[in-house]
């Protein structure tokens, strides 16, 4: 008789990073972005973009259903602007 293995699959965890800011919103982020120059904005969509593509893969490829995303306490606060 054959007996198929079973892979135990590991919680992929995804950790945040405290050296930059945590946007709550996609909009919060294009807001941001929309601040900057159209040559800086152009990078940080490209970093945006790059990031979110890796994200999803990781969760897709190695998540196994149980990806985790465990945020970290950021080292530095946002500054709201009260200007327009």
Same mark, same amino acid.
């Given at each position: 008789?054959? =007996?198929?293995? *079973?892979?135990? /699959? #590991?919680?992929?965890?995804? *950790?945040?990073?405290?050296?930059?800011? /945590?946007?709550?919103?996609?909009?919060?982020?294009?807001?941001?972005?929309?601040?900057?120059?159209? #040559?800086?904005?152009?990078?940080?969509? /490209?970093?945006?973009?790059?990031?979110?593509?890796?994200?999803?893969?990781?969760? *897709? #490829?190695?998540?196994?259903? =149980?990806?985790?995303?465990?945020? /970290?306490?950021?080292?530095? #606060?946002?500054?709201?602007?009260?200007? =327009?």
């Amino acid at each position: 008789m054959n =007996k198929k293995k *079973t892979k135990k /699959t #590991e919680p992929l965890n995804i *950790t945040g990073s405290n050296i930059y800011a /945590t946007y709550k919103s996609q909009k919060e982020l294009q807001a941001y972005i929309d601040m900057h120059r159209p #040559e800086e904005a152009i990078l940080l969509l /490209t970093g945006w973009g790059l990031a979110v593509n890796l994200i999803v893969h990781l969760m *897709t #490829e190695h998540g196994g259903g =149980k990806a985790i995303a465990e945020p /970290t306490p950021p080292l530095f #606060e946002i500054k709201k602007s009260n200007s =327009k």
